[in-house]
């Protein structure tokens, strides 16, 4: 079947623009991640979505960051106002319910790699 | 907090060579243990998991075991091949978030 997909694969952007980022999760997969990989941070994650449970944005690095999950699939990462430090691949995962267990895998789309100039 | 450590590349090997990569974990309770990997071009895919102390994981020729004594999880292979060329990642899971290592990137040579 067919995998995390996000969009856009490549996006650079001019310092103070804001940016959207898309992700598509598999089919019946209700959790969702966030994670960002840069060279200096390595894999950090950002946030996490759980059917209409609120969401688990303890690793937003900033108040420029958010994200929404609409009708408990697509899932919509925006910046505001980015920096140079923005400039990372971003990663979106999914995986069955997690229901408070950490045995699920999650898998992983391709990424979109933001360069801020 | 939870964190990995894993052995620093890179690593370089010549094919049929044994392959280790060291990882050790800081968490409370009982985390999930993960290998990712990360082939060139590619994203990440997972490799292995192991979900409770003394499970051993494996899939194409590569096995860790989940050692709590020791908190460790290291990934071995008895013999490489080049397309085994990639970058590998240990991770635990603890409350639906993953902490990655630093990832360890491996060449190896025909």
């Known amino acids: 079947g067919a995998g995390v997909s996000q969009s856009p694969s490549n996006k650079v952007t001019e310092k103070g623009k804001d ?9 019946g997969h209700t959790a969702l991640y966030w994670y960002r990989q840069s060279l200096g941070q390595g894999l950090e994650f950002l946030i996490y979505f759980q059917g209409n449970s609120a969401p688990d944005k303890s690793g937003l ?7 929404e999950r609409t009708g408990g699939s697509v899932s919509t990462l925006t910046i505001q106002r980015t920096q140079q430090e923005d400039s990372a691949v971003y990663l979106c995962a999914s995986s069955l319910a997690s229901g408070g267990r950490d045995t699920y895998e999650q898998y992983f789309g391709p990424g979109t790699r933001l360069t801020v100039t | 907090g939870n964190s990995v450590t894993q052995m620093e590349g890179p690593v370089t090997l010549s094919e049929e060579a044994f392959l280790t990569i060291n990882c050790t974990y800081t968490a409370t309770g009982y985390p999930s243990l993960f290998w990712y990997v990360q082939y060139p071009g590619e994203g990440l895919q997972l490799l292995l998991k192991a979900t409770k102390a003394d499970d051993k994981g494996s899939n194409k020729g590569f096995e860790a075991t989940y050692r709590k004594e020791t908190t460790s999880f290291h990934l071995e292979k008895g013999s490489v091949q080049v397309s085994d060329s990639a970058v590998y990642f240990c991770a635990l899971s603890k409350n639906h978030k993953l902490s990655f290592g630093a990832g360890t990137t491996v060449t190896v040579r025909a």
Do not use: G, K, Q, W
């Open chain 1, 19 to 27: 940016v959207e980022l898309r992700c598509d999760p598999i089919s």
């Open chain 1, 61 to 67: 690095p900033s108040d420029r960051f958010s994200a």
